[in-house]
Nanobody
Framework: QVQLVESGGGLVQTGGSLSLSCAAS????????VGWFRQAPGKEREFVAG????????YTADSVKGRFTISRDNTKNTVYLQMNILKPEDTAVYYC????????????????WGQGTQVTVSS
């Protein structure tokens, strides 16, 4: 069983930065691909970024490309999402998710989910 816990959310002004963390339990973390998703009120959950189990490949949604960076440290069982140049439209609950396969942009492809962390960007 894999448990994921996100942290690092908060309130930030437009143009600011936040760094989210996704800490995983269990000894299988290094075999898991991880994705970050977000969901704003009244909207569907959308893919933000993904990273393969080794960290050798990353994928980023066009809406955040050049501003968000995903990375991982398998020695710490943690995946990070560095968010820069934040915009009000980035406001959402951010979730990390994991699966035993390559990263996917489809939420239904993931087996494990964290509880989410709120990110609010004020204008």
């Amino acid at each position: 069983q894999v448990q994921l816990v996100e942290s690092g959310g908060g309130l930030v002004q437009t143009g600011g930065s936040l760094s989210l963390s996704c800490a995983a339990s269990g000894r299988t973390f290094s075999r898991l691909s991880v994705g970050w998703f977000r969901q704003a009120p009244g909207k569907e959950r959308e893919f933000v970024a993904g990273i393969t189990s080794s960290g050798g490949n990353t994928y980023t949604a066009d809406s955040v490309k050049g501003r968000f960076t995903i990375s991982r440290d398998n020695t710490k069982n943690t995946v990070y999402l560095q968010m820069n140049i934040l915009k009000p439209e980035d406001t959402a609950v951010y979730y990390c998710a994991a699966r035993f396969d390559l990263p996917s942009s489809r939420p239904s492809s993931y087996n494990y989910w964290g509880q989410g962390t709120q990110v609010t960007v004020s204008s």
